[in-house]
C-alpha cells in the first residue's frame, strides 16, 4: 500500500535524490514532484507504446469485417490515419512536446474520424452535414481547453483541436475520393 507524507517546505530535486541516496533500496521513498511526474509520464508512455498497435489491429478488425468491403475499409481507416500523421507532424513542428497526455488525443482523433468517414462512405450528399457539425462542436468544445493555463489541459486542447481539423479535412478530401463519390449539380 502506499502511505502519503506531508510535503517538505522548500525541498529540491536534489534534496529528494540525497535523501533517496541515504534510504536505500528501502520501501521508502522520498518523491519530489518532477521525479513523481517523470515516473507516471514514463509509465504511461510504455502503456501506450506496448498497447497502441494492438488496440490499433482491433480497430482495424472491428472496420474490416463490419465493412466486408476493401474498398470501404480504406475509406474509413485512411483519413483518421493521415489525421494522425498530419497533427502529430504540425505539433512536433510547432515545437510541441509529444507527451502522454497529447497521445490521448489519438484516441479521440481515430474515434470521429472513423465516424466521419464512415458517414461519408455510407451516405449520400446529406451525410455532409453531420459530419460538419461534430467537427465544430467537438473543435469549439476542446478548443476551450487550449486556452487553459494548465500546460496538461492546455497540450490536449491543442493536439485534440489540429487533430479534429485533420480529421474533419482527411475524411472530406479522402474518403470521398476513395469510394468514387461524384457530387451532382443541382439543377
Known amino acids: 500500500g502506499w502511505q502519503v507524507a506531508s510535503p517538505v517546505v ?20 522520498v518523491a519530489h514532484r518532477g521525479d513523481l511526474g517523470a515516473r507516471i509520464l514514463g509509465d504511461i508512455g510504455r502503456d501506450l507504446a506496448s498497447r497502441g498497435p494492438w488496440v490499433a489491429l482491433a ?50 482523433i481515430l474515434g470521429i474520424g472513423i465516424d466521419s468517414a464512415v458517414f461519408l462512405a455510407e451516405g449520400d450528399e446529406s451525410a455532409f452535414s453531420p459530419v460538419i457539425a461534430v467537427w465544430v462542436t467537438t473543435v469549439v468544445g476542446v478548443g476551450s481547453m487550449a486556452l487553459a493555463t494548465h500546460p496538461v489541459l492546455r497540450m490536449i486542447g491543442i493536439s485534440l483541436v489540429i487533430g479534429m481539423t485533420a480529421a474533419f479535412f482527411t475524411s472530406i478530401l479522402i474518403t470521398p475520393a476513395v469510394m468514387g463519390v461524384r457530387r451532382q449539380p443541382k439543377a
Open 10 to 29: 522548500a525541498a529540491t530535486r536534489l534534496d529528494a535524490a540525497r535523501w533517496n541516496t541515504i534510504l536505500g533500496p528501502g520501501p521508502a521513498w
Open 59 to 108: 480497430v482495424a478488425l472491428v472496420v474490416a469485417l463490419s465493412l466486408r468491403r476493401l474498398r470501404s475499409g480504406v475509406a474509413v481507416l485512411a483519413p483518421p490515419a493521415i489525421a494522425l500523421v498530419w497533427t502529430f507532424g504540425l505539433l512536433g513542428w510547432l515545437g510541441f512536446p509529444l507527451t502522454p497526455f497529447s497521445l490521448l488525443a489519438a484516441a479521440f
